[in-house]
């Protein structure tokens, strides 16, 4: 029988928890980019509510797939990072539990998660996109709302023009008005003035009903005589006039069928149907052209009259008569060379753009079977993408062991904007053509999934591949920038050091270090062939550190506060920095042979050869000083 353990109900609370917040807040901030791109076709058109309700459910329902695989992935940084934080990682660790039984619930969930949303994408996605799509061609082509503004003029509608120096809105008044109708042409143009009117929408909202009061109308009369300088006009004064101006500002749905053919709103069953009959269409075009050019516009034979013998060559080669039109043309009088080579200008003409146009049909069908092919593959790598990010999530939130929304979410948005560079990068080069469709589309799996592998691998072994502390110690190491000591004094000290014995060895160092460093001399250049080429390691040298060491570990256990002042002016001395950096010997001759790094080692090893020669030089004084505070002590005993 299924038994599910008391941890993976605790792993799966704590994931599932935080993946609920963040998945409604990336569809949030989604929505939000999506909105921004169409909000100046929305605004100002004075859209009922039910017609916004439908534009952010359908884009809601589009976004869900984009939503998820960051929405995992900021979820599995911060469920691990605060395991992390809480040592509750460490603690399943140490129980003998690896990373990939710790994440195996999790696994499991977002493999469900994956199905989900490839029936996002599959079935509801294209429903919505269809309907999405559908509702924003219909509120661009609505009128926007009717609202006149004051000291400008307003040509929202259509064929009119207006000016409004003053509008009372509470009333719906509008003074000194001024109204440019353009309806019969610049020719027939009407100006009226008003001194007060009144634009009221009728009931079917197909019509403004124009109240005006006080004003002149002007109108020019079209000149019967074109010779006639002086443009005929009408003037009209009225006290009161009304008029008709049709202006259409209700929203009408447009038909779903006009998005039936885009890639975008079919599924993956369609799509493979679209594409297939588009390469067969595509093929039998293809070879119908290639049969017409070859019979047609490449032909080498050519309709010549068989009684113009005097200016043909005829050659018989396998029983086909071939004509030697050089010879032709040479023969030719200058009429006839002049229309032989305008009829050839003409036909290369209509044959160029006969095949530009046949190379344009081509490439239209192309790019749109380009496109089906990039959205079907889409589907499976957007899908995919959750599995991915769980297993960069996980690792990467127990490596860093930090909880919460501070660096889990610049970790998270900052892979995700890598992975959305590299897969846009790819769908673009897919869909013009510049790549194969399937290496586009799969470029962002094929470069974050070993990213995945890779960090799951390293957190499995409690790497410290993300540790700062690891990166500064070896630039520091590279530099030669090296730490000092900071001893303090102990609270408990279990054994005392042999303060009689102390002496005798400190002394016995600081002869070896002078012999050591007269023996090296270490103070003149080394040789730049016998450095590379010589297989000897300075075994002394590591003694010499390792001796120090155990007899700074041993004083370090001292009341004195002298002493311990005196044992933090020690060295810290690299045993390997002063010679060869590798091991290898191979390696090494390779430096050797690459002047460039070779150099730059050969330099850094004759500095830190100098400045081992003034370690040796301070150790021994250092020596010196501390055996002076030991001895002083033991006198006072």
């Not at 490839?118 to 509702?135: D, M």
């Not at 003409?346 to 990039?374: C, L, P, V």
Request: aromatic share 12%; hydrophobic share 45%; proline share 3%.
């Amino acid at each position: 029988m299924l038994r599910i353990k008391k941890l993976d109900i605790f792993i799966l609370k704590s994931f599932c928890l935080l993946f609920t917040g963040t998945f409604f807040i990336c569809l949030f901030i989604f929505m939000m980019q999506f909105l921004w791109r169409y909000v100046d076709e929305m605004v100002g058109k004075g859209l009922e509510m039910t017609v916004l309700a439908q534009f952010f459910f359908y884009s809601a329902l589009s976004l869900v797939p984009v939503s998820l695989p960051l929405a995992v992935l900021l979820a599995a940084l911060i469920t691990f990072g605060n395991f992390g934080e809480r040592f509750e990682l460490l603690a399943m660790k140490a129980a003998g539990i690896s990373l990939i039984k710790i994440m195996r619930p999790l696994i499991i969930f977002i493999v469900f998660i994956c199905f989900v949303s490839f029936y996002f994408q599959n079935v509801i996605g294209p429903k919505a996109e269809a309907k999405l799509y559908t509702l924003l061609i219909s509120i661009k082509q609505k009128s926007p709302e009717l609202d006149i503004p004051e000291g400008v003029f307003y040509d929202e509608i259509k064929g009119y023009n207006l000016y409004v120096k003053q509008k009372n809105r509470k009333t719906g008044m509008l003074y000194d008005v001024l109204i440019y109708n353009f309806e019969k042409g610049f020719e027939n143009a009407q100006i009226i003035k008003a001194d007060s009117g009144r634009l009221e929408m009728t009931a079917d909202k197909h019509h403004l009903y124009l109240h005006l009061y006080s004003g002149e109308q002007f109108e020019n009369l079209k000149s019967q005589n074109i010779n006639q300088r002086n443009v005929p006009y009408r003037r009209e004064a009225f006290r009161e006039k009304h008029a008709i101006i049709e202006f259409d500002s209700g929203f009408e749905m447009a038909d779903e069928g006009i998005m039936g053919n885009q890639y975008n709103s079919k599924n993956m069953r369609m799509l493979q149907a679209s594409i297939d009959s588009m390469q067969v269409r595509n093929d039998s075009v293809g070879r119908a052209y290639y049969a017409e050019a070859i019979n047609g516009t490449y032909r080498a034979a050519m309709n010549l009259k068989k009684s113009d013998t005097l200016r043909i060559e005829k050659v018989r080669e396998e029983g086909t008569e071939i004509y030697n039109v050089d010879s032709i043309f040479a023969a030719s009088t200058l009429d006839e060379k002049q229309k032989v080579m305008s009829t050839a200008v003409s036909r290369a003409e209509g044959a160029g753009n006969d095949w530009a146009f046949k190379s344009y049909n081509i490439k239209r069908t192309d790019d749109s079977m380009r496109r089906h092919q990039t959205a079907w593959h889409k589907k499976l790598t957007v899908s995919l993408a959750c599995l991915i990010f769980l297993f960069i999530g996980a690792p990467l939130g127990g490596i860093i062991r930090k909880g919460g929304l501070g660096m889990p979410v610049v970790v998270s948005v900052l892979i995700f904007i890598i992975y959305y560079l590299i897969d846009n990068t790819g769908y673009k080069m897919a869909r013009d053509g510049k790549w194969i469709v399937w290496m586009g589309m799969w470029a962002s799996v094929a470069v974050l999934a070993p990213l995945g592998a890779f960090l799951t691998y390293k957190s499995n072994n409690d790497s410290v591949v993300l540790n700062a502390d690891a990166y500064l110690n070896f630039f520091k190491k590279v530099l030669g920038i090296r730490s000092v000591r900071h001893l303090v004094r102990k609270e408990v000290i279990i054994h005392d050091p042999d303060y009689h014995r102390l002496p005798g060895d400190l002394e016995a160092l600081s002869a070896e270090c002078l012999a050591y460093a007269e023996r090296k001399a270490l103070n003149s250049a080394p040789n730049y062939f016998k450095l590379w080429m010589s297989g000897e390691q300075d075994v002394e040298v590591e003694n010499i550190v390792e001796r120090l060491e155990l007899l700074i570990d041993e004083m370090s256990n001292t009341k004195d506060f002298r002493l311990l002042a005196a044992l933090n002016n020690y060295p810290v001395v690299p045993a390997r920095a002063h010679v060869r950096p590798f091991r290898n010997h191979w390696l090494n001759i390779l430096c050797m042979v690459i002047v460039p790094v070779g150099l730059f080692f050969y330099f850094r090893i004759w500095l830190f050869r100098l400045r081992l020669s003034k370690d040796m030089e301070r150790i021994r004084k250092v020596n010196a000083d501390v055996v002076k505070i030991i001895r002083g002590n033991l006198d006072k005993q």
